[in-house]
């Protein structure tokens, strides 16, 4: 990892978290630690124990090495990855709509079947 891993675990987290729409004070009440300690993980302030990113992994319905791999990415098949690399850039708006687009297309798929 080329930047302090602390930043960019907590990058991620706070992505994860955002992405779910879950605020700080319910993944803090949900982890068992104070709203501030999310914040300050997420700023890459503050470090985190092993437990604590088991909790919020959980939480946040990714496992462990999504947050803690150098590229996550590469261990996903190559259409996946090529989603997980271009998400970060984009809105928010972009990624709800992405996400009501992936749900459709799952319930389309399970009609077929």
Known sequence: MSEDPRVIIGARLRAAREYLSISQEEAASK?????????????GQRKLDSVELMSLAKLYLRPMAYFTEDDFSANLDPEAAVFARSYSELSNSDKKELLQFAEFLSMRSKKDE
Do not use: D, M, Q
Not at 33 to 43: D, G, K, M
């Open 31 to 43: 982890a068992k630690v104070p709203r501030t300690a999310i914040s300050l993980i997420e700023s």
